[in-house]
């Protein structure tokens, strides 16, 4: 079956960076017709797509994170990446790795991804 394992995820000052790692397997990052996504979970707070990444290169972010975010792959790893700069108190949220996602529309709608990872905790402190 698919596992997705993120990491990288910990504790950081307002400005700081972080990566986020998620190694599959049983799932090819770089096949095609495929999307995979970064998703976070704030307290209290429904879980919002962050980033989007599909085959054929085409990348999508949601607002806030525009210019701070870089979603990208490995494939030689197999493994999609998050880079986070310039973190926010906001940013603070469990960060979940997705895949199996529509590649005509690679959204970042929960309900279209059909695999997940455990999540990784990040948390930015002012």
Known sequence: QVQLVESGGGSVQAGGSLRLSCAASRYGVSAA?????WFRQAP??????????????PT???DSVK????ISKD???NTLY??????E??????????AGGDPYRCSP???????????TQVTVSS
């Open 67 to 70: 210019g701070r975010f870089t």
């Open 75 to 77: 494939n030689a790893k």
């Open 33 to 37: 017709n495929n999307c995979m996504a």
């Open 109 to 119: 709608a929960r309900t279209d991804y059909n695999y997940w990872g455990q999540g």
């Open 44 to 57: 209290g707070k429904e879980r919002e797509g962050v980033a989007t990444i599909n085959s054929g290169g």
């Open 82 to 87: 998050l880079q986070m700069n310039s973190l």
């Open 60 to 62: 999508g972010y949601t």
């Open 89 to 98: 108190p906001d940013d603070t949220a469990m960060y979940y790795c997705a």
